[in-house]
């Protein structure tokens, strides 16, 4: 067995459509790996760096951002409390001492000149009651003062030292004052109405009393500095900022930023490669659900179409990865050439418009990826993947509905001029300064990427029909040129049967049209479907042109034989000619098992045993899709309108009627797609075209008998 076919059946027997797409998603994780591998940034401690080094991720800096809270928390000042009323209580308290005083002096009737024993004891009596007092620490000498003191001489002392506490606590009062507001209160004391023991005695007081009544807050100190460590934000690196100058001292800073960033890492750290596979599953998922939703709209195609769907975009991809190492020519815009375009218009011509566009979409994002990591920058490219989504989308949508092969002029200058107005608007977003040169390159590699693009397409079609057998749009237009050897054929050699074969082609694309089949093919199959009548032209009767019919000669039998074979003669022709399995099938199936009921009647009428009605039926196969479907109508009811007598509308309808209803019940159709409604479709679709064929005209007179008018 040869090397090519042993290929194509190992790929048909064990590469089913999930091992297809795993490969396809194997291939796009190995391009876009590069994304989540370290980089090599080439940096030492205390060396000048060679290149910019630019962070590819958003990262928060927590050490810098520690730093700048804890500065912010030392800049904070502490917080002082005043309290106002300190200097009333004091005062309360300094008139509590003297009450005491004056209770025992009275209690004990202490004078000057009471014995020292009642004294003490006076003394001790005092600072009993005085005990629960915080300001109980008064010495013995003054207590010895004030209790042996007058009335009248306690009495002064009093006023004085609630005087003195009152005015010097009027005023904030702070620790680093209170020594000076004490000793400028006791030096206010007057000394013309105090003795020196007395005098003592208040300057004791005053500093007992007087304290700071402006203190340090520690619970609002803290709420300030906390509240001033969340007013900081943190300290962001962001992407595409420069960590490192070309240039510079590289330093400790620097090298804790890029080990931060991860563009300095000694750890192998899986996650990154785990994102990257669900990111990749989430493409290979989009790509075969629209190849599965191809699939189930277009029953009939082969697997081979998902062979060619994951060599279009894996090599795109691929493609996409080349194109992204001419940025190491640093040439301006040398990124805007790639041909992208290519892969939408391969998609669109051998696929379908919305597979194209969707495959547009997820090539963009991978080529974002891609071309993020050439720039080392950051893991997405986003100018780059908006540049390539237009791009491609344009390529998509670009070509018309019926044309087959993209024009140099037309459709590259439509996606040259999209690209070149995509890479206008992003220098624009960019704020990037316009260069005659450097904007100059980069709007004329996006334009020739357009053109480019379409010459791509026209050189890579060929090889896609050809390696995969592809009945594309293109190759349909090929054969539909009445100039194909076999075309001129059936011109030739059976005129009648071109005729018919055309007016068939004509019915068959507008019904295919009508529901949604490929028009292009049921026209194209049609001109092929009765190239079998080439073999024996004569024995068919849109041939015999000079009215003689060679069956009259024959048995039915024979004829039956005859006309039987020419559907599978057909198939044989087109065989030899390597004509396209599509046509050569519709060839084949075009009379499905109907019956030859001409012959079968004739049989039947010369026999004098009755004749089983399968020996008069074609062989089969019905018809297996909606294209065969349409054709085996169109041509029966052509070929039936054709023998009718002085056709009209309401003929040619009924006509066409009996004909679907007899193909219906005769379960012409049971192993064919189309449905019920798609056949009345069908139906009303081949009337009104036969309507506008066979439509009422004007009789005109054989003898027209002019007037003659005599000249004056």
Known sequence: MPLKQKIKKFALTYLTDWGIVLIVGLILYGLMIGSVLPKNTNVKLHEIATVDLQSPIDTVDTEATSAKKQEAIGSTPSAYAYNKNLGMIQVEKVGDLFDTISAVKKENKISSDSAQQDIDAAIASVKSRLADSSDAHLSNTTLISLITASGNDLQIAEDIASTSIYE?????????????????????????????????????????????????????TKQNKQEAARNVDNVVIHQGEVLVKKGELVTNDMIRQLKLVGLIDDHF?????????LFTGFITFAFWFEYKRFKEKH??????????????????????????????TELSGIGFLIPLAMASLIIRILLSERIAIVSGILLAIVG???????????????????????????????????????????????????????????????????????????????????????????????LFETGFAILSPIRLIELSNPNHPLLRKILIEAPGTYHHSVMVANLAERACEVIGANGLLARVAAYYHDVGKTKRPKFFVENQLNGVNPHDKISPQLSRTIIVSHPYDGADILRHYRMPKEIIDIAEQHHGTTLLKYFYVKA???????????????????????????????????????????????KVNNLVKSIFNARLSDGQFDECSITLKELKSVEKSIDETLRGVYHSRIEYPKDLKMKKVNPK
Do not use: H
């Not at 750290?269 to 596979?277: K, Y």
């Not at 070149?420 to 980069?442: I, K, R």
């Not at 065969?628 to 041509?635: G, Q, R, S």
């Open 269 to 277: 750290n899986i996650i990154p490669f785990v994102g990257l596979l």
């Open 604 to 650: 039947q009428e010369l026999s004098e045993t009755p004749i089983d009605e399968s020996e008069f039926r074609y062989p089969g196969p019905k018809v297996q899709t909606k294209e065969a479907a349409v054709v085996e109508l169109a041509d029966s009811i052509e070929a039936a309108v054709r023998a009718m007598k002085k056709p009209n509308p309401v």
């Open 299 to 328: 029953p009939t195609y082969s697997i081979k179409f998902i062979y060619i769907y994951a060599i279009i975009f894996a090599g795109a991809a691929a493609i996409l990865k080349l194109c992204s190492y001419l940025r190491l």
């Open 368 to 462: 974002s990826v891609i071309f993020g990591i050439s720039t080392k920058a950051a893991i997405f490219d986003a100018p780059m993947g908006i540049y390539l989504f237009f791009s491609s989308l344009t390529g998509a949508l670009v070509l018309k509905k019926r044309q087959a092969r993209p024009k140099m002029i037309r459709n590259g200058g439509l996606i040259a001029l999209v690209n070149v107005l995509v890479v206008l608007a992003l220098l624009m977003f960019q704020n990037t300064p316009f260069t005659p040169v450097g904007t100059g390159l980069s709007l004329g590699f996006a334009a020739l990427s357009g053109f480019l693009s379409v010459i791509l397409t026209n050189g890579l079609m060929p």
């Open 168 to 220: 010097a606590m009027n005023d904030k009062v702070g620790w680093n004052d209170l020594e000076r507001v004490q000793n400028k209160a006791a030096a206010s004391l007057p000394s013309s109405v105090l003795n020196d023991e007395t005098r003592r005695a208040l300057n004791e007081i005053l500093d007992a009393y007087i304290t700071a009544n402006y203190s340090f807050d520690a619970n609002a």
